[in-house]
């Protein structure tokens, strides 16, 4: 069983940053894939961004390319998301997501990111 807590969402101006993370429990963390996806109100939950088990290789869709970032620190069992030139269309919920076997079969609570026009 993997445990996912996401935090750093809240709310910023257009243009702004945030810097989200993950933290998740147990030892098998480098062995995990991991990525973040979203959902905004009445749409369905989309993909964002995944990164490799050693962070090696990294995907991201074609809406946020260039301004996040994904990383991940496998001494801290962390995945981030770094978000740069937020735009009102980047507001959702943010979830991170495990895949110890290829499907993203652990997901987190999420946190809400909110971007002011």
């Known amino acids: 069983q993997v445990q996912l807590v996401e935090s750093g969402g809240g709310l910023v101006q257009a243009g702004g940053s945030l810097r989200l993370s993950c933290a998740a429990s147990?030892?098998?963390?480098?062995?995990?894939?991991m990525g973040w996806f979203r959902q905004a109100p009445g749409k369905e939950r989309e993909f964002v961004a995944a990164?490799?088990?050693?962070?090696?290789?990294?995907t991201y869709a074609d809406s946020v390319k260039g301004r996040f970032t994904i990383s991940r620190d496998n001494a801290k069992n962390t995945v981030y998301l770094q978000m740069h030139s937020l735009k009102p269309e980047d507001t959702a919920v943010y979830y991170c997501a495990a895949a110890p076997s290829g499907v993203y079969n652990f997901w987190g609570q999420g946190t809400q990111v909110t971007v002011s026009s």
């Open positions: 990164i490799s088990q050693i962070g090696d290789a990294t």
């Open positions: 147990g030892r098998a963390f480098a062995s995990y894939g």
